[in-house]
């Protein structure tokens, strides 16, 4: 039995013989709700951000060369990252552009084709996205096609 002066400091204005009110949900919860918080909100935000990065293309475009290096790469998640090596006149250095792939069906045709020629890779550059997860470069290959008469040297000015 509690003395009447305790269960009269615990709950004023509860009768005699009436059990205290059970706390709130947030005052039983507080550490999962402050976990929650301080670990869910960040990452659905990420979450919004990356799937907003990933929507809108920054630009799209063609390019030509071939591609001399193409390989799959990540701890977690898997892409395929690759090097297509753009001559702009026979005698001068290529420059190298640098693309992902996440279609493995994609990058597979694309590895097949290696070595047989000049390729045409068309792309979308997607800014902002916030972690290296989706590919090592903002350019994303969606499509390729060889480019016929890929062999003879281009003509200088």
């Known amino acids: 039995m509690v003395p009447a002066d305790e269960q009269a400091a615990s709950s004023p204005a509860a009768p005699p013989g009436v059990p205290p009110a059970k706390p709130g949900f947030a005052r039983r919860h507080w550490g999962k709700l402050t976990l929650l918080a301080l670990i869910g909100l960040p990452l659905a935000g ?8 990933l929507s809108y293309s920054y630009s799209t475009g063609t390019r ?9 790469k990540g701890w977690l998640c898997k892409t395929w990252e690759g090097e297509l090596a753009m001559a702009t006149a026979p005698g001068v250095s290529p420059q190298i552009f640098t693309f992902t792939i996440r279609n493995d069906s994609l990058a597979r045709a694309l590895s097949s084709d290696m070595g047989k ?6 792309y979308k550059e997607h800014r902002g996205v916030p972690t290296s997860c989706f590919g090592d470069t903002p350019y994303f290959v969606d499509t390729y096609r060889m480019v016929e008469g890929g062999d003879e040297p281009t003509p200088l000015p």
């Open 64 to 72: 030509t060369g071939y591609v001399q290096k193409l390989s799959k």
């Open 117 to 122: 020629g000049r390729v045409a890779v068309e």
């Open 46 to 53: 990420m979450g919004i951000w990356s799937a907003a990065a």
